[in-house]
């Protein structure tokens, strides 16, 4: 048994060792190319709100909302937030929010994002959340407020300008 012990620790360290790297990416997290990233999330919001959209409802980009930063986790990109110029109507039931998880999970998987099964509880409010390969996480509200935030982007310098884009 002494010879099992032995092998034990060394198995460990192995294990560990491989684990590392992964841990250091952000849970195995892929960046977006720094060209792809605005074009790539603002895509997904005007599809978004074409399949939310009720009687010709508008959305409109929060200009504030749009970030860059970068630090120990890397270079970050924050989307923004678009808010309906009018609310969307709340979903009556769990039917209607069923209705609403499928036309969202229709615009996100070919986005990357992982297909919403139930709703979330977020404070006082019921939201629609998913994540997609980049890190970055989408919300929408009953309301229609569509926010993504916090993608990995490949971006050096980690900069709003190397993303192209304007910053407030």
Do not use: K
């Not at 990357?112 to 404070?123: A, K, L, Q, S």
């Not at 997609?132 to 900069?159: F, K, M, N, Q």
């Amino acid at each position: 048994m002494p010879h099992l012990v032995g092998r034990r620790p060394r198995l460990a360290l192995a294990l560990l060792a491989l684990m590392i790297p992964l841990a250091s990416c952000g849970t195995g997290t892929a960046p977006i190319a720094a060209d792809d990233a605005a074009p790539h999330y603002d895509d997904l919001a005007t599809e978004l709100e074409a399949a939310l959209a009720v009687d010709g409802t508008a959305w409109q980009l929060e200009p504030d909302t749009r970030q860059v930063t970068g630090g120990d986790d890397g270079c970050l990109f924050t989307p923004g937030t678009w808010n309906p110029e009018t609310p969307l109507p709340e979903p009556a039931d769990d039917e209607g929010w069923t209705r609403r998880m499928a036309t969202v999970n229709s615009v996100v998987s070919g986005y990357g994002f992982e297909e919403i099964e139930d709703v979330t509880e977020e404070g006082s409010r019921t939201v629609l959340q998913t994540w997609d390969e980049h890190g970055a996480t989408l919300s929408i509200t009953a309301e229609g407020r569509i926010r993504i935030w916090e993608a990995a982007v490949d971006a050096d310098p980690c900069s709003a300008e190397t993303l192209g884009i304007e910053q407030s």
